[in-house]
């Protein structure tokens, strides 16, 4: 079925649109299911006021103190959170006395700021600025930075975190396979574990509680491993993003990983839309189905107002978001994005848990307000 349609509406979406229009793209299943693109005469984030919880928020993350930034035996703090999918800082910055196995769920690190060593059951791997680090569940590890001002988004999840189908655009867009990296297995070395002790502790965390098995020899001592349940990172500066001269692709062009309850895309700099006619910035929507994250790691972010690295929205379902005024007016001028951030949408409500509340910019809702 084509589209039916009245009153005044662009011929195709985020092209052309009526003078004096805003466009909304009210759509289902993310950016995949049926769609009405609404031609507004007023932004429709141009609201004065709210009442009730249901309100833009944004976070910065950089005030954050997990306890595992001061304390070698420290941990992440989570800052939101549904059944599916928990979100979590750390800021580690020593080397872990134990190792971990989160039976919770699957991991993805994404690396903000340093670099060091994974130690896995499948070999250390080295992690830098810019890594996605896939961490199955149940996986022993043990974080050893090299650098003391580290920051790390954790997004834990009950399903895998699974490489989404490419369908018509073929295996290599986005990124070729063949940069993701896997871990070499290495004998452990001799001498005292992490703790300084002839006990190696594993911390296992289960139902967000955690329990501790002590051996008498390291347990990473894994010699050979073949399969494919295994620990693997990519790089941001690896994905190579698509992109049309001519209309502004959705969000989920630029997914990278597909998980149950949750879609995380990466955003990375690339050319703006050339054609005169085409939208160059996000367009107006209130993600009927999905809670929408975005996490700011790095560059010019300059669809929003006073954001800057390290900080993070959440859009809920059910209210708009879109560009900032400055940036609608401003599309013209601009050639090319430079921006870096990692968004998550999730099937279900995604909670503001309390470390989330400590750190948010209350005033968030208002920024869309037309400076006078
Ligand atoms: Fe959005």
């Not at 979590?88 to 994404?110: C, I, K, Q, T, W």
Request: hydrophobic share 35%.
């Amino acid at each position: 079925m084509y589209p039916l349609k009245k009153g005044k509406f662009a011929a195709q979406a985020h092209v052309g649109l009526p003078e004096g229009t805003y466009e909304e793209e009210h759509g289902r299943k993310g950016f995949y299911g049926k769609t009405a693109h609404l031609y507004h005469t007023h932004p429709p984030t141009g609201w004065i006021r709210f009442e009730g919880k249901l309100r833009p928020h944004c976070f910065d993350l950089n005030n954050l103190a997990p306890s595992d930034l001061t304390d070698p035996c420290g941990s992440p703090v989570a800052f939101l959170g549904n059944d599916d999918v928990k979100l979590s800082v750390s800021r580690r910055a020593h080397p872990m006395p134990f190792y971990f196995r989160n039976a919770d769920g699957d991991e993805l690190l994404f690396v903000h700021r340093g670099e060091g060593v994974i130690e896995t059951d499948f070999g250390p791997l080295r992690f830098e600025r810019g890594d996605y680090v896939v961490l199955p569940r149940a996986v022993t590890y043990r974080i050893v930075p090299d650098t003391a001002d580290n920051f790390f988004l954790i997004i834990q999840s009950k399903g895998e975190f699974e490489q989404p189908e490419k369908g018509l655009i073929g295996q290599h867009a986005l990124y070729d396979p063949g940069v993701i990296v896997t871990p070499e297995p290495v004998p452990p070395a001799d001498g005292p574990s992490p703790s300084g002790t002839r006990e190696w502790e594993v911390r296992i965390k289960v139902d967000d509680e955690f329990s501790k098995v002590f051996y008498p020899f390291n347990p990473i001592d894994v010699i050979g491993w073949k399969g494919d349940l295994v620990v693997w990172k990519v790089n941001l500066r690896d994905i190579r993003p698509v992109m049309s001269h001519r209309a502004h692709l959705p969000p989920s062009a630029h997914s990278t990983f597909i998980t149950p309850g949750a879609v995380v895309c990466s955003f990375v700099p690339r050319p703006l839309e050339q054609d005169p006619a085409a939208l160059r910035v996000p367009f107006f929507h209130r993600n009927t189905d999905y809670d929408e994250f975005i996490f700011y790691h790095d560059g010019d972010f300059f669809s929003k107002d006073n954001i800057k690295a390290g900080m993070a929205t959440l859009h809920p379902r059910g209210i708009h978001h879109g560009p900032h005024p400055k940036a609608l007016a401003n599309q013209s001028k601009k050639t090319a994005t430079d921006e870096y951030a990692v968004m998550l949408d999730g099937l279900n409500p995604i909670h503001v848990l309390p470390a989330g509340e400590q750190c948010e910019w209350k005033d968030y809702w208002a920024s869309w307000q037309e400076k006078k």
